[in-house]
């Protein structure tokens, strides 16, 4: 029983520190800035996307600052998919979920 234990508790701690590792970054995406509302004023919309990230892995939750990093790269990733190069936070509905913005600015 104690191996059982020790073994879920090495292979969720392995989970975690891997779990950032699964994401990777699209070609582009470090230039896709994240701005305040008034910073777009200028810029055209290209709608919203939704992404969401895994916040607990086996018995343990991922670190906030984490999880928010993933759910920027995964808007970076989306946004250079719809040509954008600005995002916008919009909503949170819960940890592990964020809504973008996305705009194109000509910068």
């Known amino acids: 029983m104690n191996k059982h234990i020790a073994l879920a508790c090495i292979s969720s701690a392995l989970l975690c ?51 928010e990093a993933n759910l920027l790269q995964l808007g970076q990733n989306n946004a250079i998919e719809l040509g954008g190069d600005s995002l916008v936070k919009d909503l949170t509905p819960e940890f592990g979920k964020q809504v973008f913005a996305v705009y194109k600015c000509k910068r």
């Open 17 to 67: 520190g891997c779990a950032n590792s699964f994401l990777k970054p699209a070609e582009g995406s470090e230039r896709v800035l994240l701005l305040n509302p008034t910073q777009v004023a200028n810029c055209k919309s290209l709608g919203k996307i939704s992404v969401t990230v895994v916040t607990q892995v086996g018995i343990y939750t991922r670190e906030t600052n984490a999880v």
